[in-house]
């Protein structure tokens, strides 16, 4: 048994005694992302438009990961929603950001590893820049969207009667200490990835300067920076989603009464 086979028979039984059926529910969409992630990248390879490959493989991936988390029906199209409409966003960020940064493709600390081998794969490396960096923020934004759609949900069902401006309130309180939490995380995932990065400048002798404008670490930052912003600007959009999914739902039950 190889060891990867090994953690993915300790993960599955680790997840089967924690969290049940949601557990495995979990497992599987794990498995089912890695899928999505294989196939897009062998479109890609074969010359698929590298932007119709990423918004739907990263619409596919943000429903497979929403819906794993098992939520009822309203939060689940809540999350969705603004999750889709955050990627949307980031998207338009990141597109012209990539372009000015030209930090995409292999730097010089590279070269070693790449001796012998072609980088003719006739494939433009700044859209493959542009899809890394956005793939690399769709796990954070639909862990953030699900948990403040989750918490305002049940704030809700608990007490109804709350009005728009004191939901709107309540909201962002909740969702400052989620946002706060996704934050820690994205962060000490960005620096556990960085340790190596910042041995290897530690051994070359980089200055302050030649740190920051090294291509390894600019794409780090961006990947980052990317980050961030989605985790951050989910919150504003996923309160504004839910309160028109409720003044929704009030239109039709009043209709409903007619």
Do not use: C
């Not at 809700?156 to 400052?176: A, C, F, R, T, W």
């Not at 670490?217 to 980052?224: A, G, V």
Request: aromatic share 8%; charged share 10%; no cysteine.
């Amino acid at each position: 048994m190889s060891v990867l086979m090994m953690l993915s028979v300790i993960l599955f039984a680790l997840m089967l005694a924690i969290g049940g059926v949601k557990g495995i529910g979990a497992f599987v969409s794990l498995w089912i992302s890695f899928a999505i992630m294989v196939v897009m990248t062998i479109l890609i390879s074969f010359q698929f438009n590298a932007f119709w490959v990423l918004l739907i493989g990263g619409a596919s991936l943000l429903t497979v990961t929403v819906l794993s988390a098992s939520a009822d029906e309203r939060t689940t199209i809540i999350a969705l929603i603004a999750s889709l409409i955050v990627m949307l966003i980031l998207l338009a960020v990141i597109l012209p950001t990539e372009h000015i940064a030209i930090a995409q493709g292999f730097a010089e600390e590279n070269s070693e590893e790449l001796e012998g081998l072609s980088l003719a794969i006739n494939i433009n490396f700044g859209t493959l820049g542009i899809v890394a960096a956005l793939l690399a923020t769709l796990g954070a934004i639909a862990e953030a969207s699900v948990a403040i759609a989750t918490g305002i949900g049940e704030l809700l069902n608990s007490k109804p009667s709350l009005q728009d401006n004191e939901l709107i309130g309540v909201g962002q309180l909740l969702g400052k200490q989620i946002i706060g939490t996704a934050v820690n995380t994205v962060l000490f995932g960005f620096l556990a990835d960085f340790l190596s990065l910042a041995v290897l400048f530690s051994k070359l002798k980089y200055t302050f300067s030649e740190i920051l404008n090294a291509k390894l670490f600019t794409s780090s930052m961006l990947s980052l920076l990317y980050a961030l912003l989605g985790v951050i600007i989910t919150l504003p959009i996923t309160i504004i989603i839910f309160l028109l999914y409720q003044k929704h739902q009030k239109v039709d039950a009043n209709r409903g009464k007619l």
